[in-house]
């Protein structure tokens, strides 16, 4: 049967021309554009699929796989390019039409970054941090972004040009750009290219850089994040001559410690001595932890249970090394049996017309939710926030709560935004919300 196509045409993208692309009709439903990026994540599925039933892996050579795997991560930088274009352009059609809408001054803006996360499936920070090097490709680095455009350069490596010139003004920025295309961006490594964004961007403006260096020490901070295998890591962004002091302290003392004839290695004893100070333990197991037991009591007696406790401000933690902190830590420890979903009633009291969520019932959302309740978002929760809000008679009671970041919570005040419960959490299904962004998307938020 015969098959009618239809040329769609790109548009230019900051000057550079993107091939035209012939696709079926049935395909042009909503948008050509849509339509022919399903039909690329069609084909490279269909490629995957190839790849995967060859017989014998010999049937292409090598040289041919390395023909694609060059192309292939020339597409992802490309396709990079194209969604700034389309986060940038987003960005500018919401912020119309908050103006529109009358949306007070001082909140234009707010919820866009947070739709672009829920699309990307990364959090709203994540998504304002991509939406700000995307503006910054899109109106003050040209070149830098007519590399990324043609797969000349990595998303990353753009990224790291952005971080370098965000303090200088458009002329500046312009600048710094044409000289680090000119000095061969394309040839470098990460780590030189960001090097060469940085001494360009100092020569531009010496006084800029400095004041942004001491700008910057305010936002000194220390921050953990899951790490595999039950580890953590424990991050200090310091300024430059505290952390050299730091290490420096820890090496010395390691130092004498492997010298008086320690026997453990020297990242173990450094690790260790990072823990006594801080904790001022004389031993560094010897933690003071909250093990919040999600299971029967019978789990954390019995051997044999796999059921996984919840380490208060780490995440999940198996079993046995629950029972093994409990068993051999020197610190004081505390552990807290929380039923799911209790037989017989709800799992909290309390007066259901009271403004705020406090007390326990705060406590028992925040270790339900763990993390902030927006998908893809991995931040503290700040705000125990009314589900169906408190002014539409929104009760203060453990389903209509959910544990938000600062954020996530004031996005949804914003108009467009409705969030409803989907499951109450009480009935052995896990607590469920539904979030409808301004654009008629629909996400499900589920409690861990």
Request: glycine fraction near 8%.
């Amino acid at each position: 049967m015969y098959e009618r196509k239809v040329s769609v045409p790109v548009r230019n993208v900051r000057g550079v021309a993107v091939a035209v692309v012939s696709v079926p009709v049935a395909d042009l439903i909503a948008d050509p554009l849509t339509g022919w990026l399903d039909r690329v994540l069609a084909g490279l599925a269909d490629g995957v699929a190839e790849c995967a039933n060859l017989p014998d892996v010999g049937e292409v050579s090598d040289a041919v796989r390395i023909d694609r795997i060059a192309r292939l991560e020339k597409l992802k930088a490309a396709a990079a390019a194209l969604q700034a274009a389309e986060s940038v352009r987003f960005a500018q059609a919401q912020a119309k039409a908050q103006l529109a809408a009358d949306v007070h001054p001082g909140k234009i803006g707010r919820g866009i970054a947070d739709q672009l996360g829920l699309a990307c499936k990364v959090s709203g920070f994540e998504a304002a941090r991509r939406l700000g090097a995307a503006r910054a490709l899109w109106f003050d680095l040209p070149e830098t972004y007519r590399l990324l455009i043609g797969g000349e350069v990595s998303e990353y490596v753009a990224s790291l040009v952005v971080s370098e010139t965000r303090h200088l003004d458009e002329t500046a920025t312009r600048e710094v750009d044409a000289k680090v295309t000119a000095a061969g961006i394309a040839q470098m490594g990460p780590r030189s290219a960001a090097a060469c964004a940085r001494r360009h961007a100092y020569e531009a403006d010496p006084q800029g850089y400095v004041e942004r260096g001491r700008t910057e020490r305010k936002h000194r901070r220390v921050t953990l994040r899951p790490a595999p295998d039950t580890m953590s890591l424990l991050s200090g962004y310091l300024p430059a001559e505290q952390g050299v002091a730091c290490l420096k302290s820890l090496r010395d003392h390691t130092d004498a410690m492997k010298a008086a004839g320690d026997s453990r290695c020297r990242d173990q004893i450094m690790a260790d001595t990072l823990v006594e100070r801080i904790t001022g333990q004389a031993n560094a197991a010897d933690v003071n932890a909250e093990l919040q037991i999600v299971m029967p009591l019978d789990a954390l007696l019995d051997a044999k249970d796999p059921t996984a406790a919840e380490l208060d401000g780490y995440g999940p933690l198996p079993a046995g090394l629950a029972r093994d902190l409990l068993a051999t830590s020197k610190g004081r420890l505390w552990w807290r049996r929380l039923y799911a979903a209790p037989v017989g009633g709800p799992i909290v009291g309390g007066d259901p017309y009271r403004r705020h969520f406090d007390g326990f019932l705060k406590k028992l959302i925040m270790v339900r939710d763990r993390w902030c309740r927006d998908p893809f978002c991995d931040a503290p929760i700040r705000h125990i926030d009314h589900i169906q809000r408190y002014s539409d008679s929104g009760l203060t009671i453990y389903p209509n709560g959910r544990g938000e970041c600062e954020r996530g919570n004031y996005a949804r005040e914003m108009p467009g935004w409705k969030v409803e419960a989907v499951a109450n959490g009480l009935d052995g299904r896990r607590h469920t919300t539904k979030i409808t962004t301004p654009t008629g998307h629909t996400y499900l938020s589920r409690a861990p």
